[in-house]
Every structure is written in C-alpha cells, then in structure tokens.
C-alpha cells in the first residue's frame, strides 16, 4: 500500500500530466558526457571505512558501561566492541594508501515538441582494478569483469517546461536536486569520491526575472509494498529573490521524514503492555525540519556568502542508538544551528588577487558522559548527542576530516588566496582552523608513549575532557583549463592533527563516529585530475 504522503504527491502528478499535451514529436537529439580521472595518495591512515574495513577500537565496551556512546552497532559501540575510529594518525602498520579513482557519464538529452524534453544519463563509478579481467596473474587464468557494480541510469526525468502559459517547470523522474551554494543540498561532485547523488522524485519551478519557487518530493528509501507508512522522503521549498543586481536572498525549508519502523525490543504482548506502561520503546517516526536563509552577491571588487540554519524535529533514528543497555532515547529531537560564510575582495592588478575568510559551525551534543548516580542506574534514561545534520552537502572543507561530507559538532575559519597568474591557470593557497564544540569525556587515563592507560576501569562514570583543538588544514590547489572542456587539478594538503583528534572527538558522520587515532602524526595528501567534458 503507498502511505498518504506519496498518494498526495503522487495525485499532483498525475492531475498536470493530464493537463498537458496528448502527443509530442521528437525535434532534436543531444548526446554529452564526461569522463574524470583522480589519483590520490593519503598517509598515515586517513582512510575511512570504505576501503579499511572495521575500524579500529579505541575505548573497549567494558571501560563504558552504561554510557550512552551511540553510533553504529548501539550498546557498547562499533557492533558491541566499543568506541571505534577509521582514522589512525599513525605511520606504521599500513597507515598509507593510495587509489585512482574514475568516474564515466554519458547522456542523452530529447527536444520535442510543446516544450517537452526527456533527459537520460548512465554513469559508473570504479576504483582501478576493481574490475581487472583475470583471476590468477601466474596461471592466466582470466575472466570476464564483475560488472555488478558498474553502469547504473543515474537520471532519467521528463520535463515540462511553460506549463498552463506560465514560467512553471515540472520534472518527473531520477534527477539531481542542486540549491543555494550546495551546503545542503548537491549532487556530490567534488574534490574526490565523486560517485554522485540522484534522487527519485518531482520538482516544480516558478521562475520569473526577479524571483523563483521551488518544490520538490524525492522518495529516498521505499520500506516495501506491504507496509503503510514505512518509507524515506525528503520534501523541500526553496526560494530565491533576484530583485536587487548582483545580489540573492533565499529562504527554504527541507524537511526529512523516516518512518521506518524502529524498536529497541519485539516483546510478546505482556512485555509490549509494560513497555507502554512506562512509556519506553516509544519512537516517533523521524521528522528532521531544517528552516534557513542564504545571502550572496557583489558589491564592487567585494563578494560575499553567509547562510544560517536551524535544524528540529523529533530524531528516533538517531535516539535508537542511544542504548547503553536495552533502551535508547526515545525522546530524542534536532534543536540546532548550523551556517557558513565566506566574503572575499578581488584587486583589479596583475594575477586578480583575491584573498578571502570564511568560517562554518555545526552545532552538537556530546552528551556520553554519565553521573555517578546514572551509573548506580540501570534503568536510567539515556541522552541521546545529536548534531547539526549535513544532510546531502556538497561542501567539502578537509580532505583529511570532511572528506564525506559530514563533519559536524565542530566550528572551522579560514583564510586564504585566489591568484590567476595566466589565464589558464587558477592557484588557491588556503588555512583552515578546525575545533570541535563539545569535546569527548574519555575515562580517567594516563599515557605512556602512544598508549592510554586506564586508572579506574570499572568506574565508567569517572572521566576526563579531551581537547578541542581539531587542529589545522593547509592546502595549495592548481588548476589548469587546457580548454574550455578540459581541465587538470593538483593538490597537495597537509593536516595538522590537534590533540582533539589525537585523542578523539565525535565530529564524523554528522557527530555519531569518533576521530581518534594511535598517534598523533600529521597526514599529508596528494592527488591528481584530469577531466573532460563533451
């Protein structure tokens, strides 16, 4: 059965088609692409889960009894095993990596007639030698590629444009949902791990000279035919003001609901009954609303950024975790604020230097430390640490720490400078300052070398702050525009690691995974690109 909210969209949908026009002739045919090539190279292990596996505990379970540490795997941490870190900050045991990454577009875009056009585009994202065609190199024995993980429609959409005489645009179907700066909402093609984002859904434009007005509806996970109300949706209004020359102003609201089913226990009836007694094991479908206002333009030489949003709503999903025992917090809401800015001056001389600062914060919560008389408590309710959710960002800030997209519970500023010293080539020098908002409370330990020794093992409530300080990122970006189509990228940053993260924060995966690492040596990285588009 669909659950109300797609029977509505769904509705809406089919009440424009019909509207339209019955027949359309097909005018013109266009086909482009893109294929783009990166090579990296990371040290002292600043690879995340994706290529390494299980990450490495750092906390064992039995140090944080009845803490509420949260993340994947709930109780006790990482599946059971405790406080866990994909990052090591070290130079032995295989801290470096290197991989080439590819990724290949291809598209077909159809003019018909009465403003109707059908756009279609595959792509495939590959790692080098995923794929290599031969099973065993000293025997010969070949094969045919796994193909299992390649070619995917990553859009398809009709499009509708002037509909009933009016600047009203429908698209229907598989598509990209770019706003604003991409802060919070962008297709996922950036400096690396450039595999894409597509959403399944409708959007309708109002575009006029001074104004636009977006809404959009985008199915995010479909919780099966059967359930009445157990999918992801993600829904939006986004306006923008041209009014005044060289300057925007826009205001929206996104909103994330996840009505997938979440219990922290399946009980027989009597068991159900208690839990209702009590009110635990009551979780509200996930409701993240994010309200905010974004202002950019010229004015002269100077450009500027700045953009402010306030993150509520009930967070079962995100509380579910919360469990230090059986139950997690299932009051758990979204109550913060996040933003950006960047302003930036360009002088009319030799290279155009423009030097510029910028800032972010996303607020957050470590709330994993408990009282000596939560810990007498087993029954005691868990707090939950929710941080400013990043959403679908395009934003990347560090290669070393935001490489996903999903940093947060922390602020950063920068500094830095763009000169052109020829046409065809752009150089950007940049210094990024990172601290976290709400340090980890790790247990009372001392250190002897890289080590941390624990004082008092079977006092979990017994505990000390770690530092702030994330620590520093410097970068030197070159890129060359050989043409208009193609272009190359060099980049060489060096991550200067605070003891924040040496020691570890939760500031990965939106505030839910910990950064801390075996040492504490600085990362440096390195990569190269080439990219065409056709």
């Not at 993240?288 to 079962?316: K, M, N, P």
């Not at 600062?357 to 709330?367: H, K, L, R, S, V």
Request: include cysteine; charged fraction near 20%.
């Amino acid at each position: 059965m669909y659950s109300r909210h797609k029977r509505r969209v769904l509705c809406l949908l089919l009440v424009l088609a019909c509207t339209g026009s019955a027949l359309a002739e097909l005018q013109n045919v266009q086909v482009g692409g893109e294929i783009r090539i990166r090579g990296n190279f990371i040290t002292n292990g600043l690879v995340r889960t994706t290529f390494m596996g299980i990450p490495e505990v750092r906390w064992p379970a039995s140090l944080l009894t009845g803490r509420p540490i949260g993340g994947p795997g709930a109780a006790g941490g990482f599946n059971g095993l405790g406080i866990v870190s994909p990052v090591k900050w070290s130079d032995t045991d295989g801290g470096d990596v290197g991989f080439v990454e590819q990724r290949t577009r291809l598209n077909i875009n159809a003019d018909f007639t009465d403003d109707v056009s059908a756009f279609i585009e595959f792509d495939s994202y590959d790692i080098w030698g995923q794929d290599f065609r031969s099973l065993n190199y000293i025997t010969g024995a070949d094969s045919p590629g796994w193909t299992g993980d390649d070619v995917e429609v990553y859009q398809s959409y009709i499009e509708a444009e002037n509909m009933f005489d009016l600047p009203l645009r429908l698209r229907v179907g598989r598509q990209e949902l770019s706003f604003g700066s991409e802060w919070l909402v962008g297709p996922k093609d950036y400096v690396y791990f450039f595999y894409g984002r597509s959403f399944d859904g409708a959007r309708l434009t109002y575009k006029t000279d001074t104004f636009s007005v977006d809404a959009f509806a985008a199915e995010l996970a479909e919780g099966g035919p059967f359930e009445e109300d157990e999918d992801v949706w993600f829904y939006g209004l986004y306006a923008s003001c041209t009014a005044i020359e060289n300057h925007t102003f826009d205001l929206y609201w996104l909103w994330l609901r996840d009505a997938r089913r979440v219990a922290d226990t399946n009980l027989a009836w009597f068991g159900e009954w208690v839990e209702d007694l009590f009110n635990i094991d009551d979780y509200d479908p996930t409701n993240l609303h994010t309200v905010g206002f974004r202002a950019s333009g010229l004015i002269g030489a100077l450009d500027y950024e700045v953009e402010a949003a306030y993150q509520f709503g009930d967070a079962g999903q995100v509380g579910t975790t919360f469990k230090p025992f059986v139950y997690g917090d299932d009051d758990a809401e979204f109550d913060t604020w996040g933003g950006h800015f960047d302003v930036g001056y360009t002088f009319d001389v030799a290279w155009k230097p423009r030097p510029f600062i910028g800032g972010a914060y996303f607020g957050g919560e470590d709330n994993r430390d408990i009282s000596f008389w939560e810990w007498l408590n087993p029954f005691d309710q868990p707090e939950a640490s929710v941080s400013f959710n990043r959403l679908f960002s395009n934003s990347m800030y560090c290669g070393a720490i935001d490489a996903f997209n999903d940093l947060s519970n922390c602020w950063l500023g920068r500094a830095g400078v763009v000169v052109h010293p020829t046409p065809a080539f752009d150089v950007i020098l940049a210094a990024t300052y990172f601290e976290a908002i709400e340090p980890f409370d790790a247990p009372v330990h001392f250190k002897v070398g890289r080590y941390r020794i624990p004082i008092a093992p079977a006092l979990s409530f017994w505990t000390q702050e770690n530092s702030d300080e994330i620590g520093w990122d410097t970068s030197i970006f070159v890129v060359y525009h050989y043409s208009e189509d193609v272009t190359c990228t060099f980049q060489y940053s060096r991550f200067w690691v605070g003891d924040g993260v040496a020691d570890g924060a939760f500031i990965y995966n939106n505030g839910l995974i910990f950064s801390g690492g075996r040492d504490d040596k600085d990362a440096d990285f390195l990569a190269a690109e080439m990219r065409i588009k056709f």
